[in-house]
């Protein structure tokens, strides 16, 4: 399948810090690119929806200015944690798709833990 | 409304047993996908495969196969001869049209353990 990958792996930061975890379809072009959070032991709970050189559709209760996310290429999609806290430690995941009812493929997943 | 249910939260075996996992949807699109998906202890899902709602042909891959019915809107999915390497977090997911907005909708996934 195709590849997606996802950069940091993990990451652990002071509580007021802003985060960039990158998201890149590494052998296609992504119409469209998924953020998602998962706590443990839950489901994939989807944050966003991104769509390349338009702003990302963001789910209900998810704050946009907090969690700031740029598609700026058919590869690249990028999620900013910002001012990050405790509670937003969690499972960041990113996936992408080509066209409208392919599989997704997913990133390995960012580990955020905020001190 | 879209909704995925997988009522099993986990699952133990013990390896070499068959196991199926359940997985029942709801939508009101005629178009519509269904997909399982798998999470190993790494994190990172894995697809498994993908059925369109116009084709109700079970599959087989392996030791996996899928049991698709649209008369009870079920796409279950089953391991037989199971592996430690089996062991991981399934996920089903459906894909709807215009009344789902193409959103990929995830069950809460069945937890599978398999013993040696």
């Known amino acids: 399948g195709a590849v997606v990958s996802q950069h940091p792996s993990w990451v652990i930061c002071k509580s007021g810090t802003s985060v960039k975890i990158e998201c890149r379809s590494l052998?296609?072009?992504?119409?469209?690119m998924f953020w998602y959070r998962q706590f443990p032991k839950q489901s994939l709970m989807l944050m966003a929806t991104?769509?390349?050189?338009?702003?990302?559709?963001?789910e209900q209760g998810v704050e946009k200015d907090k969690f700031l996310i740029n598609h700026a290429s058919l590869t690249l999609s990028t999620l900013t944690v910002t001012s990050a806290h405790p509670e937003d430690s969690s499972f960041y995941i990113c996936?992408?798709?080509?066209?409208?009812?392919?599989?997704?493929?997913f990133g390995p997943g960012t580990r955020l833990t905020v001190l | 409304a879209q909704k995925v249910t997988q009522a099993q939260t986990e699952i133990s075996v013990v390896e070499k047993e068959d196991v199926t996992l359940d997985c029942v949807y709801e939508?009101?699109?005629?178009?519509?996908?269904l997909f399982w998906y798998k999470q190993p202890p790494s994190g990172e899902l894995v697809f498994l495969i993908r059925r369109n709602s116009f084709d109700e042909q079970n599959e087989i891959s392996g030791r996996y196969s899928w049991n698709f019915q649209k008369s009870t809107s079920s796409f279950n999915f089953t391991i037989t001869a199971s592996q430690v390497v089996d062991s991981a977090v399934y996920f089903c997911?459906?894909?709807?049209?215009?009344?789902?907005?193409?959103?990929?909708?995830f069950g809460a996934g069945t937890r599978l353990f398999v013993k040696a």
């Open positions: 939508t009101r699109d005629t178009t519509y996908y």
């Open positions: 991104s769509n390349e050189g338009s702003k990302a559709t963001y």
């Open positions: 052998d296609f072009q992504a119409t469209t």
């Open positions: 997911a459906l894909v709807g049209g215009n009344t789902g907005g193409f959103k990929t909708i």
């Open positions: 996936s992408a798709r080509q066209g409208t009812y392919n599989e997704q493929f």
